[in-house]
Nanobody
């Protein structure tokens, strides 16, 4: 059984930083792709950053390039999202997702999702 569990969300002041973590277990890691998404009320879910476990390739949405960084610790089955220079516009529920097939290095075809972790940046 695949489990995806995010953590690390919270309240952070504008201009601050936060690091989210996501532990994925039960997945065949031969080569899987993991990514971060977010969704705020009234808005569509958007992809932020992704990483290939086997090659370490990363990709980012234009909206977060230069501010967010995705990384992994294979030994801990964990990926991270380092978020810097946060603003109120970054307030959202952040989700981690995984896939083992489909279009690689794209924010589509993800099969496994966590419950999300809330990030709030006050105005």
């Amino acid at each position: 059984q695949v489990r995806v569990e995010e953590s690390g969300g919270g309240l952070v002041q504008a201009g601050g930083s936060l690091r989210l973590s996501c532990v994925i277990t039960g997945l065949d890691f031969t080569c899987s792709e993991l990514a971060w998404f977010r969704q705020s009320p009234g808005k569509e879910r958007e992809g932020l950053a992704g990483i290939l476990r086997c090659g370490g390739n990363t990709y980012y949405a234009d909206a977060v390039k230069g501010r967010f960084s995705v990384s992994q610790d294979k030994a801990k089955y964990t990926i991270y999202l380092q978020m810097n220079s946060l603003s109120a516009g970054d307030s959202a529920m952040y989700y981690c997702a995984a896939k083992t097939s489909g279009e690689w290095l794209e924010f589509i075809d993800f099969d496994y999702w966590g419950q999300g972790t809330q990030v709030t940046v006050p105005q």
